[in-house]
């Protein structure tokens, strides 16, 4: 099915450790960006890309580094897990100038980080 | 400092009757307002959005009314059925990016 894919849907992670959350979507969309959903905080948006090559900063992007080589792809990266990155994660995408639709978001990865 | 407020939580409305859920912004150069419907363990999924040059936008059962004197958005879903039971969250547009509101859980009682 079409749409955005994220994995894994749940992972545990010991303090220090590093990993990367996948992201990939087969709608050929320029933008992707990755949020995180923490309770009475809504989204909140870390990272994001208008193409491949190109990312910038969103509102909370300590603790968190992406790269985007291909258009599909925008993995996340947690280069050394803390308690506080505890949160569910979603990954988001669109095409160009599509404000009035939004985003197509994949169903989220449920990060423990003990 | 917070661009978009939702500040219901929660909301129970009976079945067939009107749910109203509101949304506070603080930048008038935002130019478009969505919401989004989030079942648990899912992702959220695109509802209906408004340009901010409209004042109202209708979807089936689905309205969105922008107040921006007031820098206010509201939906309201008429009548009101048990599967609309989801967190809803506001969103604005500025740029390249779109922010989101906290959430507000709607119960609908059969």
């Known amino acids: 099915n079409a749409g955005v894919t994220q994995t894994p849907k749940f992972q545990v992670l010991k303090t220090g450790q590093s990993m990367t959350l996948q992201c990939a979507q087969d709608?050929?969309?320029?933008?992707m960006s990755w949020y995180r959903q923490d309770p009475g905080m809504g989204l909140r948006l870390i990272h994001y890309?208008?193409?491949?090559?190109?990312?910038d900063q969103g509102e909370v992007p300590n603790g968190y580094n992406v790269s985007r080589s291909t258009t599909e792809d925008f993995p996340l990266r947690l280069l050394s897990a803390a308690p506080s990155q505890t949160s569910v994660y979603f990954c988001?995408?669109?095409?160009?100038?599509?404000?009035?639709?939004?985003?197509?978001f994949g169903s989220g990865t449920r990060l423990t980080v003990v | 400092d917070q661009q978009v407020k939702q500040n219901s939580p929660s909301l129970s409305v009976q079945e067939g009757r009107i749910s109203i859920l509101n949304c506070d912004y603080t930048?008038?150069?935002?130019?478009?307002f969505l919401w989004y419907k989030k079942y648990p363990a899912e992702g959220p999924t695109f509802l209906i959005s408004?340009?901010?040059?409209?004042d109202k936008n209708e979807d089936g059962r689905f309205t969105v009314f922008l107040n921006k004197s007031a820098k206010h958005l509201s939906l309201h879903i008429v009548p009101s059925q048990p599967g609309d039971s989801a967190v809803y969250f506001c969103a604005v547009h500025l740029g390249n990016q779109f922010y989101f509101g906290t959430g507000t859980s709607l119960t609908v009682i059969p």
């Open positions: 890309s208008v193409g491949a090559g190109i990312t």
């Open positions: 988001a995408s669109s095409l160009p100038g599509a404000t009035g639709d939004g985003y197509t």
């Open positions: 930048n008038s150069m935002f130019d478009y």
């Open positions: 408004i340009s901010s040059i409209k």
């Open positions: 709608m050929n969309h320029e933008y």
